[in-house]
């Protein structure tokens, strides 16, 4: 079963990639995924496509989204899979994380334009697959198109990490909540990219104490964030706080994400992979 190709992490038009859900399917088939799920960020709406073109494909499906969440002043990422996508608190509960993202769009655009960089939420919009779900991202590729920063990496380091012009702090869900409205519709919530966080040690410990008390069961321990080290790293961390593990590309864009849909290391050995724990759940 570890051996299986899962990619349970990537994301369509519907949040920030940039493929429709049904093309995302047939390249990540194409690359030999076997079980799949599309993770639209604070997002379901793609579900009910991505489920229908995986099986057009012949490949498995589980239910999946990325729900942003405040933890100790910085943002979580905690993935939902195998949930009922039509549970109403689950809708509720996304449709109010999304909620700030529009005036939230509008400040980063009043700190890019201080920044001499004008019309910035216009450029941005001009990328925008899905009106509820203005991000970061779609700022990024303006910023690209128009010859400000050679790639996104560099408009995130220059204009929109904390500190830089258009950074603009943002309560998002609790981390309590977003565990709650995952399990509660039947699914598993998987901490995401536990390396990416700019955590403590101590901060760590905490964030992973808590989700488990929440309920939250799993880690991402292979994705397209981690480096090899960074897998070893939380392969332990899995085993220590008995969560099992995820694996997902976390695939954006064939222009920017380095890690295709499929194409990453198998789990390490002796770690639950959660498919096992969703068997009832795979559609
Ligand atoms: P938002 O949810 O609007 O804050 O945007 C977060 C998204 O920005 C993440 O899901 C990534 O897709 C993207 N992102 C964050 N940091 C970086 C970075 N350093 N380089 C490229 N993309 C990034
Ligand atoms: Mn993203
Ligand atoms: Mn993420
Ligand atoms: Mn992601």
Same mark, same amino acid.
């Given at each position: 079963?570890?051996?299986?190709?899962?990619?349970?992490?990537?994301?369509?038009?519907?949040?920030?990639?940039?493929?429709?859900?049904?093309?995302?399917?047939?390249?990540?088939?194409?690359?030999?995924?076997?079980?799949?799920?599309?993770?639209?960020?604070?997002?379901?709406?793609?579900?009910?496509?991505?489920?229908?073109?995986?099986?057009?494909?012949?490949?498995?499906?589980?239910?999946?989204?990325?729900?942003?969440?405040?933890?100790?002043?910085?943002?979580?990422?905690?993935?939902?899979?195998?949930?009922?996508?039509?549970?109403?608190?689950?809708?509720?509960?996304?449709?109010?994380?999304?909620?700030?993202?529009?005036?939230?769009?509008?400040?980063?655009?009043?700190?890019?334009?201080?920044?001499?960089?004008?019309?910035?939420?216009?450029?941005?919009?001009?990328?925008?697959?899905?009106?509820?779900?203005?991000?970061?991202?779609?700022?990024?590729?303006?910023?690209?198109?128009?010859?400000?920063?050679?790639?996104?990496?560099?408009?995130?380091?220059?204009?929109?990490?904390?500190?830089?012009?258009?950074?603009?702090?943002?309560?998002?869900?609790?981390?309590?909540?977003?565990? *709650?409205?995952?399990?509660?519709?039947? +699914?598993?919530?998987?901490? /995401?990219?536990?390396?990416? #966080?700019?955590? !403590? @040690?101590? =901060?760590?410990?905490?964030?992973?104490?808590?989700?488990?008390?929440?309920?939250? *069961?799993?880690?991402?321990?292979?994705? +397209?964030?981690?480096?090899? /080290?960074?897998?070893?790293? #939380?392969?332990? !961390? @899995?085993? =220590?706080?008995?969560?099992?593990?995820?694996?997902?590309?976390?695939?954006?864009?064939?222009?920017?994400?380095?890690?295709?849909?499929?194409?990453?290391?198998?789990?390490?050995?002796?770690?639950?992979?959660?498919?096992?724990?969703?068997?009832?759940?795979?559609?």
């Amino acid at each position: 079963m570890a051996t299986l190709n899962a990619d349970l992490h990537c994301h369509s038009v519907v949040s920030d990639g940039t493929l429709e859900p049904e093309v995302l399917a047939a390249r990540a088939a194409a690359n030999g995924v076997e079980l799949w799920a599309l993770t639209d960020h604070d997002e379901i709406g793609g579900q009910r496509r991505a489920a229908e073109a995986a099986h057009a494909h012949g490949m498995q499906y589980l239910t999946g989204t990325e729900i942003s969440v405040t933890f100790a002043h910085e943002t979580v990422h905690i993935v939902g899979l195998g949930f009922d996508a039509e549970d109403p608190q689950m809708h509720r509960g996304l449709q109010q994380t999304r909620g700030g993202r529009g005036n939230r769009a509008l400040d980063i655009a009043a700190g890019l334009a201080q920044a001499g960089i004008p019309n910035a939420y216009e450029g941005a919009l001009k990328f925008v697959g899905n009106p509820d779900l203005i991000s970061r991202t779609h700022f990024a590729r303006h910023l690209v198109e128009s010859g400000v920063c050679k790639d996104t990496g560099d408009v995130f380091r220059r204009f929109l990490t904390e500190g830089k012009p258009g950074y603009v702090p943002h309560r998002w869900a609790s981390l309590k909540d977003a565990v *709650r409205w995952i399990t509660d519709a039947g +699914g598993l919530a998987v901490i /995401a990219h536990p390396a990416r #966080y700019r955590f !403590t @040690a101590n =901060e760590e410990y905490a964030l992973f104490t808590e989700f488990k008390a929440h309920g939250g *069961r799993g880690v991402e321990v292979v994705t +397209g964030s981690h480096t090899a /080290a960074e897998a070893t790293k #939380y392969a332990a !961390t @899995a085993r =220590e706080f008995d969560l099992a593990a995820s694996r997902g590309s976390d695939f954006h864009s064939p222009d920017e994400s380095h890690t295709d849909l499929g194409r990453l290391p198998p789990l390490p050995g002796e770690l639950t992979p959660v498919w096992e724990l969703l068997a009832d759940r795979i559609l």
